[in-house]
Protein backbone atom coordinates (compact mmCIF):
# COMPACT_ATOMS: atom_id res chain seq x y z
CA UNK A 1 0.00 0.00 0.00
CA UNK A 2 0.87 3.28 -0.81
CA UNK A 3 2.48 5.63 2.05
CA UNK A 4 -0.07 8.42 1.20
CA UNK A 5 -2.31 5.67 1.94
CA UNK A 6 -1.69 4.26 5.18
CA UNK A 7 -1.01 8.15 6.35
CA UNK A 8 -4.65 8.61 5.48
CA UNK A 9 -5.63 5.56 7.46
CA UNK A 10 -4.15 6.39 10.31
CA UNK A 11 -5.22 9.70 10.47
CA UNK A 12 -7.77 10.80 12.71
CA UNK A 13 -9.61 14.64 13.58
CA UNK A 14 -6.88 16.21 15.85
CA UNK A 15 -8.35 18.89 17.91
CA UNK A 16 -6.37 21.84 18.46
CA UNK A 17 -7.01 24.44 20.98
CA UNK A 18 -4.60 26.98 19.28
CA UNK A 19 -4.35 27.58 15.32
CA UNK A 20 -2.94 29.82 13.12
CA UNK A 21 -3.70 29.85 9.45
CA UNK A 22 -1.92 32.63 6.89
CA UNK A 23 -3.42 32.47 3.58
CA UNK A 24 -3.13 34.25 0.18
CA UNK A 25 -6.24 35.16 -1.71
CA UNK A 26 -6.33 36.03 -5.47
CA UNK A 27 -9.48 37.46 -7.43
CA UNK A 28 -9.05 38.11 -10.97
CA UNK A 29 -12.71 39.58 -12.56
CA UNK A 30 -12.70 39.62 -16.61
CA UNK A 31 -15.39 42.38 -16.31
CA UNK A 32 -14.75 44.71 -12.92
CA UNK A 33 -17.41 47.60 -12.06
CA UNK A 34 -15.90 50.94 -13.00
CA UNK A 35 -12.69 51.78 -10.94
CA UNK A 36 -12.57 48.13 -9.67
CA UNK A 37 -8.94 46.73 -10.31
CA UNK A 38 -9.44 43.40 -12.80
CA UNK A 39 -6.88 41.65 -9.90
CA UNK A 40 -6.93 42.22 -6.30
CA UNK A 41 -4.85 40.13 -4.12
CA UNK A 42 -5.00 40.05 -0.12
CA UNK A 43 -3.31 38.19 2.85
CA UNK A 44 -5.34 36.77 5.80
CA UNK A 45 -4.10 35.24 8.78
CA UNK A 46 -6.53 33.40 11.00
CA UNK A 47 -6.26 32.70 14.59
CA UNK A 48 -7.88 30.70 17.29
CA UNK A 49 -7.83 29.83 20.97
CA UNK A 50 -10.35 27.84 22.65
CA UNK A 51 -13.51 30.23 21.89
CA UNK A 52 -11.29 33.41 20.93
CA UNK A 53 -10.65 34.30 17.25
CA UNK A 54 -9.01 36.58 15.29
CA UNK A 55 -8.78 37.43 11.24
CA UNK A 56 -6.43 39.71 10.38
CA UNK A 57 -6.73 41.61 6.58
CA UNK A 58 -2.77 42.68 6.84
CA UNK A 59 -3.15 43.90 2.99
CA UNK A 60 -5.83 46.75 4.46
CA UNK A 61 -4.45 46.37 8.15
CA UNK A 62 -8.00 45.46 9.36
CA UNK A 63 -8.39 42.66 12.10
CA UNK A 64 -11.44 41.04 13.45
CA UNK A 65 -11.90 39.70 17.30
CA UNK A 66 -14.06 37.51 18.39
CA UNK A 67 -15.44 36.21 21.68
CA UNK A 68 -17.81 33.15 20.78
CA UNK A 69 -18.51 32.54 24.25
CA UNK A 70 -20.16 36.20 24.75
CA UNK A 71 -20.71 36.17 20.62
CA UNK A 72 -19.37 39.88 20.42
CA UNK A 73 -17.07 41.07 17.85
CA UNK A 74 -14.88 43.74 17.60
CA UNK A 75 -14.06 45.55 13.70
CA UNK A 76 -10.67 47.40 13.99
CA UNK A 77 -9.17 49.46 11.69
CA UNK A 78 -5.37 50.37 12.31
CA UNK A 79 -5.17 52.72 9.71
CA UNK A 80 -7.84 55.20 11.55
CA UNK A 81 -6.80 53.70 14.72
CA UNK A 82 -10.93 53.09 15.42
CA UNK A 83 -12.74 49.82 16.23
CA UNK A 84 -16.09 49.12 16.68
CA UNK A 85 -18.51 46.19 18.49
CA UNK A 86 -21.03 44.03 17.04
CA UNK A 87 -23.28 40.85 17.49
CA UNK A 88 -22.58 37.58 16.13
CA UNK A 89 -25.42 36.63 14.06
CA UNK A 90 -26.88 33.31 15.16
CA UNK A 91 -27.21 30.29 12.38
CA UNK A 92 -30.59 28.55 11.57
CA UNK A 93 -30.40 25.04 10.58
CA UNK A 94 -31.48 24.00 7.23
CA UNK A 95 -34.87 22.48 9.03
CA UNK A 96 -36.05 26.05 9.42
CA UNK A 97 -34.57 27.43 6.04
CA UNK A 98 -36.99 24.82 4.55
CA UNK A 99 -39.51 26.03 6.87
CA UNK A 100 -38.69 29.62 5.90
CA UNK A 101 -39.32 28.69 2.08
CA UNK A 102 -42.33 26.92 2.39
CA UNK A 103 -43.88 30.14 3.72
CA UNK A 104 -42.01 32.56 1.71
CA UNK A 105 -41.48 30.22 -1.76
CA UNK A 106 -41.55 33.37 -4.14
CA UNK A 107 -38.32 33.91 -2.55
CA UNK A 108 -36.94 30.41 -3.12
CA UNK A 109 -34.57 29.84 -5.95
CA UNK A 110 -33.70 26.27 -6.89
CA UNK A 111 -29.79 26.18 -7.04
CA UNK A 112 -28.10 22.12 -7.95
CA UNK A 113 -24.65 21.02 -6.79
CA UNK A 114 -22.88 18.19 -6.76
CA UNK A 115 -19.37 16.96 -5.28
CA UNK A 116 -16.83 14.63 -6.81
CA UNK A 117 -14.34 12.81 -4.81
CA UNK A 118 -11.47 12.65 -7.48
CA UNK A 119 -9.71 10.01 -5.29
CA UNK A 120 -6.52 11.69 -5.52
CA UNK A 121 -4.02 12.25 -2.56
CA UNK A 122 -1.41 15.30 -1.76
CA UNK A 123 0.36 15.99 1.17
CA UNK A 124 0.12 19.61 2.41
CA UNK A 125 2.00 20.44 5.50
CA UNK A 126 2.89 16.89 6.32
CA UNK A 127 -0.80 15.67 5.72
CA UNK A 128 -2.46 13.97 3.58
CA UNK A 129 -4.89 15.66 1.75
CA UNK A 130 -8.41 15.06 -0.63
CA UNK A 131 -9.38 16.20 -3.71
CA UNK A 132 -13.18 17.27 -4.33
CA UNK A 133 -14.56 19.28 -7.08
CA UNK A 134 -18.29 21.07 -6.52
CA UNK A 135 -19.96 21.96 -9.60
CA UNK A 136 -23.47 24.43 -8.27
CA UNK A 137 -25.78 25.59 -11.22
CA UNK A 138 -28.58 28.08 -11.34
CA UNK A 139 -31.11 27.20 -14.41
CA UNK A 140 -31.94 30.58 -16.09
CA UNK A 141 -35.42 32.36 -15.38
CA UNK A 142 -37.35 35.72 -16.31
CA UNK A 143 -35.69 37.45 -13.83
CA UNK A 144 -32.08 35.79 -14.12
CA UNK A 145 -29.81 34.47 -16.84
CA UNK A 146 -28.27 31.84 -14.37
CA UNK A 147 -25.02 30.88 -13.67
CA UNK A 148 -22.46 28.35 -12.43
CA UNK A 149 -19.84 27.58 -9.62
CA UNK A 150 -16.73 25.22 -9.32
CA UNK A 151 -14.99 25.07 -6.63
CA UNK A 152 -11.84 22.92 -6.76
CA UNK A 153 -10.23 22.00 -3.56
CA UNK A 154 -7.78 20.15 -1.52
CA UNK A 155 -8.94 19.06 2.04
CA UNK A 156 -6.79 18.54 4.93
CA UNK A 157 -8.09 16.52 8.15
CA UNK A 158 -7.87 19.79 10.83
CA UNK A 159 -9.99 21.93 12.32
CA UNK A 160 -10.69 25.41 10.78
CA UNK A 161 -10.89 28.71 12.06
CA UNK A 162 -13.74 31.19 11.74
CA UNK A 163 -14.90 34.35 12.87
CA UNK A 164 -18.74 33.55 12.67
CA UNK A 165 -18.64 31.08 15.97
CA UNK A 166 -20.15 28.08 13.42
CA UNK A 167 -22.03 25.42 15.48
CA UNK A 168 -21.02 22.21 14.44
CA UNK A 169 -23.70 21.10 12.24
CA UNK A 170 -22.77 24.37 10.28
CA UNK A 171 -19.55 22.16 9.05
CA UNK A 172 -21.67 19.13 7.66
CA UNK A 173 -24.72 20.57 6.53
CA UNK A 174 -25.05 20.99 2.45
CA UNK A 175 -26.54 24.18 2.45
CA UNK A 176 -23.87 26.17 4.56
CA UNK A 177 -20.64 23.80 3.43
CA UNK A 178 -21.44 24.04 -0.36
CA UNK A 179 -23.09 27.76 -0.35
CA UNK A 180 -23.66 29.82 -3.72
CA UNK A 181 -23.30 33.14 -4.35
CA UNK A 182 -26.11 32.48 -7.14
CA UNK A 183 -29.09 34.12 -5.60
CA UNK A 184 -29.32 37.34 -4.15
CA UNK A 185 -31.06 39.08 -0.86
CA UNK A 186 -34.18 38.63 -0.59
CA UNK A 187 -33.60 35.48 -2.18
CA UNK A 188 -32.75 32.24 -0.83
CA UNK A 189 -31.31 29.06 -2.09
CA UNK A 190 -32.90 26.11 -1.69
CA UNK A 191 -30.21 23.44 -2.58
CA UNK A 192 -30.42 19.91 -4.02
CA UNK A 193 -27.16 18.46 -3.61
CA UNK A 194 -25.72 14.93 -4.48
CA UNK A 195 -22.29 13.73 -3.48
CA UNK A 196 -19.94 13.59 -0.63
CA UNK A 197 -19.53 16.48 1.62
CA UNK A 198 -15.80 18.02 1.85
CA UNK A 199 -14.93 18.15 5.32
CA UNK A 200 -12.02 19.46 6.84
CA UNK A 201 -9.74 22.45 6.24
CA UNK A 202 -9.31 23.45 3.11
CA UNK A 203 -5.63 24.37 2.41
CA UNK A 204 -5.69 24.80 -1.71
CA UNK A 205 -9.27 26.28 -3.33
CA UNK A 206 -10.00 27.46 -6.93
CA UNK A 207 -13.15 28.46 -7.23
CA UNK A 208 -14.81 29.97 -10.38
CA UNK A 209 -18.26 32.16 -10.28
CA UNK A 210 -19.50 32.08 -14.40
CA UNK A 211 -22.21 34.50 -14.68
CA UNK A 212 -24.19 33.64 -17.97
CA UNK A 213 -25.28 36.28 -19.94
CA UNK A 214 -28.66 36.60 -22.32
CA UNK A 215 -27.22 33.86 -24.86
CA UNK A 216 -26.58 31.48 -21.91
CA UNK A 217 -22.49 31.67 -22.20
CA UNK A 218 -20.45 33.01 -19.65
CA UNK A 219 -20.66 36.77 -19.42
CA UNK A 220 -18.83 37.50 -16.38
CA UNK A 221 -16.23 35.42 -14.77
CA UNK A 222 -14.68 35.73 -11.37
CA UNK A 223 -11.98 33.40 -10.83
CA UNK A 224 -10.71 33.10 -6.53
CA UNK A 225 -7.60 31.44 -5.44
CA UNK A 226 -7.08 30.70 -1.76
CA UNK A 227 -3.81 29.22 -0.25
CA UNK A 228 -2.93 28.21 2.55
CA UNK A 229 0.26 29.56 3.14
CA UNK A 230 1.44 28.52 6.47
CA UNK A 231 -0.45 26.29 9.34
CA UNK A 232 0.43 26.17 12.97
CA UNK A 233 -0.69 24.74 16.19
CA UNK A 234 1.67 26.31 18.42
CA UNK A 235 0.13 27.49 21.82
CA UNK A 236 -0.64 31.39 20.85
CA UNK A 237 -0.80 34.54 23.76
CA UNK A 238 -3.63 35.08 25.11
CA UNK A 239 -2.84 39.13 24.58
CA UNK A 240 -3.35 38.40 20.73
CA UNK A 241 -6.87 38.80 21.21
CA UNK A 242 -7.02 41.68 23.57
CA UNK A 243 -8.24 45.36 21.55
CA UNK A 244 -4.24 47.31 21.07
CA UNK A 245 -4.48 50.18 22.81
CA UNK A 246 -4.69 53.87 21.31
CA UNK A 247 -7.65 53.17 19.65
CA UNK A 248 -11.11 54.74 19.99
CA UNK A 249 -14.52 53.84 19.34
CA UNK A 250 -16.41 54.55 16.15
CA UNK A 251 -19.41 56.93 16.63
CA UNK A 252 -18.71 57.06 19.95
CA UNK A 253 -20.05 60.22 21.77
Not at 183 to 198: E, K, S, W, Y
Amino acid sequence: MPRLAILLLGLSVACHADTTIKKRIVTTDSKPPANVEARSEIKEILYKKGYLRKKENTTASLADIVNCDSRTGLLVDFKVHEYKTYKIVKFTPSAQIEQYIEKNPQNAVNIESTTVETGELKLFFGRPAKHFITTTKRSPDKNNAGGEETVDAWYIDHETSDNNCAPEYVRTEPYYVVGTALVMFPQIARLHHTGPIPMGLAVKTTATHKILGANGVPDRTIITIETVEELSDSPLNPTLFELPAGLHQKNAH
